[in-house]
């Protein structure tokens, strides 16, 4: 499954024309961005991001300037594999809107144990740094989408 990695402090996308790589700061991930070296036009993040660090993690939510939809998973988990196509969906069509970042739970055990993530798949809403809401188990897109857009509508936006 295709996933794309970031730092502390924006997401690394290569350009469609030059492979230049360049960072998507998370406090503009609204914006669209020209490529630092050809000035072609980077689209929005439009793919999962998968964090590989607890301190990513922290300096992603804290700055992101759009809600952030985290799937919590483990490569042994079966409805987690379920999920990874739905939640890769939502990523697609909410780029610029939304970011989708998935988090091993095996990889960053220090993650799950501060969040108090206890089952697996779950999706969490962080929005203006905190998080909004959380659920757990497998479900369709569409169902991700409803439930993402209800928790953020009831906060003021980041
Ligand atoms: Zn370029």
Redesign the pocket.
């Known amino acids: 499954m295709t996933a794309i990695v970031g730092d502390e402090r924006g997401v690394i996308v290569e350009?469609p024309?030059?492979?230049?790589k360049?960072r998507l700061s998370y406090s503009r991930l609204r914006d669209t961005t020209r490529?630092?070296?050809?000035?072609?036009t980077l689209s929005n993040v439009a793919t999962p991001v998968e964090v590989s660090t607890a301190a990513e993690f922290d300096g992603l939510v804290a700055s992101a300037d759009i809600p952030v939809v985290v799937d919590f998973w483990a490569p042994w988990c079966g409805p987690c594999r379920m999920v990874a196509p739905e939640i890769a969906k939502v990523a697609s069509r909410q780029a610029g809107r939304l970011l989708v970042v998935k988090v091993n739970t095996d990889e960053i055990q220090e993650l799950g144990e501060r969040l108090g993530i206890r089952s697996i798949p779950t999706m969490a809403v962080f929005s203006g740094g905190r998080e909004v809401a959380r659920t757990a188990g497998a479900r369709p897109a569409a169902e991700i989408e409803a439930f993402v857009e209800n928790a953020v509508r009831s906060v003021p936006s980041a």
Do not use: D, G, L
């Open positions: 350009c024309s030059c492979h230049q360049n490529c630092a070296k050809c000035k072609t």
